[in-house]
Every structure is written in C-alpha cells, then in structure tokens.
C-alpha cells in the first residue's frame, strides 16, 4: 500500500496538528531548554525569544562584575621584561656569568629606577608609563606551553594552542557571555591585527555564531565592507522589505525558520554606517588632547592613533578592544629594537591611561598590558634574547583589580616562576571573573560536549581582585 504524498506538508505542520498539538508542544519544550541551557551558559535571564531577535543584547553576568569593559594591549612578539619593567639585581650584578641551565647571563643595558609609593621598577625605556606605577596591578608568575609565536599568540588569544581545532577567541566569548551594550556598533574590535602568527583566528569566533567575532579596523579608522552612507536610504528600505518578507513566511505553514539572526547582523552594519565613520575619525579630538597620545602622521604614529581610538570605542560602549602593536621579537638587534617599539608605544599607554581615569571610565575598564610569553635574561647572539615561557609579566590596570598589587614572582634572575605561577588558563579565568563571568559556566556546546575558553582548567586568581 502506498502512502499518500504531501508536497506541502512540512514537519512542523505535522507536528503541530497530529496529536492535538502535543508533538509540537514538546518541540517546543525541547528547543526551549535548548535556548534557555546556551542562555544560562551565557548568564542571561533574558528569554529565548529576545535571544533570537538579538543575539548581541546585553545581558546579565554570573555575578556582580568589577569591569564593564575590556581594553587588550597587546604586545605582540614578546616584550623583554627584563629590560623594561622585570628589574632583577641578581642579573645585573652576574652579567657574562653562566646561568642555571646553560647560557650566558646578560644584564641590561638600560637604567632602572623606581617610581610611586609602590616603589615599581621601570627601566628609562618607560618613563611615561612608569608615572602610573601605582595604578598597576603585576601579575608576574604566568607561564605557558609553547615557545613557537604562531602557537602562543593563538593560546593566549582563544585558550589553546591546538592549531588543529580553532577555538573562539577571548574577546568573542565575552561577547557570547554578556552580549554588548551599545547596539549601534560591534561589541568587540581589532585594530590593527597582525596578518602573523593566527591571523584572523585570534579574533575569530570559531564554532561560536559568527556576529560574537570581532570586527577588524585599522588605525586610520577604515572598516572593511563598510559602505558609504549616502545609500542608507536605499538599504532601509531594502532591509525593511526583507524584515516584512520574513514576517510573512513565518507566518506561512511549512515555512522554514524565520532569519532573524541573519536580518540582525543587516541591521548593525546599517547602523553602523552612521556611527562608526564619526566615531573613529580622530582629527575632530581637541589638539591637546590629540598631543598627549602623540599623534602624528605616518607608521610611527599608528600605534597612538590605536591608543585614541580605544578610548573613543570604549566610551562608546564596545565590550572588548584589542590594539595590536607587532616587532617585538628581537633575537637580535635587541637595544636599538626597543628604543624604537618603547618610543612608539610609552607615550599613547600612558596617555590613554590617564584619559580614561580623567573621563571616569578606568574605574570601568579593564586594561590588559602584555606579551604571548617573555624572554630570557641570558644572551642570544650578538644583540638578542631568546623565547621565554617559563616566567614573565604582564600588568593590569583599571576596574577590578588591586591597584599597586604583584601577584607572584619569577626567581632571581627572571628565568622561571617560582611564586603565583599563572597558566593561560588561570589567566583567562581571571579576566573572565572580573568581567562578571563565572570560566566553568561559560560553555557552549560543539561537536558533542561542552567547550569554555579555559578548556578543562583555570584558576581565579582571587587576590587581585577588588
């Protein structure tokens, strides 16, 4: 006997008619617990419907958060501690001397002092960050897994270093996590990311949606794909025909699910185009302002045009900003090296430091100064010091954490960490519980199982926090 065929019958009609309703009904249920489990990960009590409608909405921590905002200063190709802000007596006095393990022991050649009732050393690389040594928060026990860049750029960015399996980045996740709170702009930006070592994967979202990924610009505020806004009227009233057609096929039985996440994302670029040109054009800062960050034109001055324009977004509302500064890899020409990269990026930090604490948005903003790993105080070559993941520095500034804190310790020479010791993990952990967000909750599910940014690891580094 042959079953008779129904061309315009689609699933959902069936399940919503047979049965009086009850296969329907319990679909319902089903993807409701669905939304309402990737909701409670994410630590939102907003209601399924919201999250279809819009995916970026902000949304509840876990617990009460120290920080609203994120602002990554990102060093990339590892920053020599030892040089500029690790100061270590031990290294200076022994200089040519074997160190424990093999190598020869090379001092700096640069002068340390300290500064602040803190007493925080800081070579002369770092005279204008070094007035806001007290603001600082040292975590000076991390470590990591690999010495290879590719690698650890990517660990520190999304938690692994896998390259096999790419995970969301550290930025998407707070995304995911707390949605954004300006609904005008995306929710996390790059500037400036370096093409090397991960690419677009240190700011991708990976298996997580694709609107939680970050939005890449560069430092003369251009926005790939952004199209100009003469033709906004033509796309609202393109986006408005769409809106209006979806409206009516979900209302139409047999109809496949409704695109409202797709039409969202529409809908922010087209919102975007009226805010984010002005928002990122820099020239209309007042002159004073413009000359504390040492703007000026050209290469050199790419990385204070950054500085500026994360205080700009951060102010605006964007979640997590990452200024991207590249060429710190010196495994030669180590001196003149950093006179150059410190010359270009001592004066912006310290001035977006101060501007975010005159403006009142430090005690909100979470500032994060760092490399993907350190170097070693025993010479390479001529001029140079070689990878270092077994102890180096990074510090904290802002919401959240204990002004004038050092959490942890690398020995006498800067070799290894011997005191807090920090993995990655407990690293992102710890960012994760200042912003509100409890690293363990924090899942999403892919391919099986339960995926969070500290993998199956991370501790909270509780003391730091205020």
């Given at each position: ?17 047979s ?35 819009n ?15 994120v ?41 340390f ?36 860049h ?10 692994s ?36 070592f ?69 809908e ?10 002005e ?22 001055g ?165």
């Open positions: 006997m042959s079953l008779p065929r129904f061309s315009n019958v689609s699933r959902r009609s069936i399940l919503r008619s049965g009086a309703g009850f296969g329907y009904l319990a679909l319902a249920g089903l993807l409701g617990q669905e939304n309402a489990r990737a909701l409670t990960a994410a630590g939102t009590g907003a209601g399924a419907g919201q999250a279809a409608v995916p970026l909405a902000a949304r509840d921590a876990h617990f009460k958060p120290r920080a609203k905002r602002i990554f200063i990102f060093m990339e190709g590892a920053m020599s501690g030892m040089d500029t802000f690790e100061y270590k007596p031990e290294l200076q006095k022994n200089g040519g001397k074997t160190a424990p393990g093999g190598g020869t022991l090379t001092a700096s050649k640069f002068s002092k300290q500064y602040g009732q803190t007493g925080s050393w800081f070579s002369e690389l770092l005279p204008n960050i070094a007035t806001h040594a007290d603001k600082f928060c040292w975590l000076r026990g991390l470590h990591t897994d690999t010495p290879a590719p690698q650890a750029v990517v660990q520190l960015h999304t938690g270093a896998n390259a096999a399996l790419t995970r969301p980045s550290m930025g998407s996740w707070l995304l995911y996590g707390l949605g954004t709170e300006n609904q005008d702009l995306p929710g996390y930006i790059t500037i400036n990311p370096s093409p090397n991960g690419g677009a994967v240190n700011y991708g979202s990976a298996f997580l949606p694709a609107h939680f990924q970050g939005t890449r610009i560069d430092d003369k505020g251009y926005l790939p794909n952004l199209k100009a806004a003469s033709a906004s009227n033509l796309q609202r009233r393109q986006l408005d025909l769409i809106q209006s057609m979806n409206r009516n096929l979900a209302a139409t039985p047999g109809a496949p699910d409704p695109v409202d996440g797709i039409i969202a994302s529409y922010l670029g087209f919102r975007m185009q009226d805010k984010v040109p928002l990122l054009d820099i020239s209309k800062e007042p002159e004073k302002v413009r000359e504390a960050y040492g703007i000026k034109d050209g290469p050199a790419a990385f204070a045009r950054q500085c500026l324009m994360a205080r700009r977004l951060s102010e605006a509302g964007v979640r997590f900003v990452e200024i991207c500064q590249p060429g710190w890899d010196h495994h030669n020409n180590l001196h003149k090296g950093l006179i150059e990269r410190t010359g270009n990026v001592d004066q912006p930090t310290a001035a977006l430091l101060k501007d975010l604490e005159e403006r009142g948005l430090l005690s909100e903003t979470l500032v994060v100064f760092g490399s993907e790993f350190g170097r070693l105080p025993t010479s390479q070559g001529q001029d140079g010091r070689d990878h270092n993941i077994t102890g180096y520095s990074m510090f904290l500034a802002g919401a959240g954490v204990k002004p004038g804190h050092t959490h942890g310790a690398l020995d006498e020479f800067g070799i290894k960490a011997v005191e807090g010791r920090m993995h990655t993990n407990d690293l992102h952990a710890t960012l994760l519980a200042i912003m509100g967000l409890d690293h363990e909750r924090l899942t999403y599910r892919y391919a099986g199982r339960d995926f969070r940014l500290t993998d199956v690891a991370g501790e909270v580094a509780t003391d730091i926090i205020l």
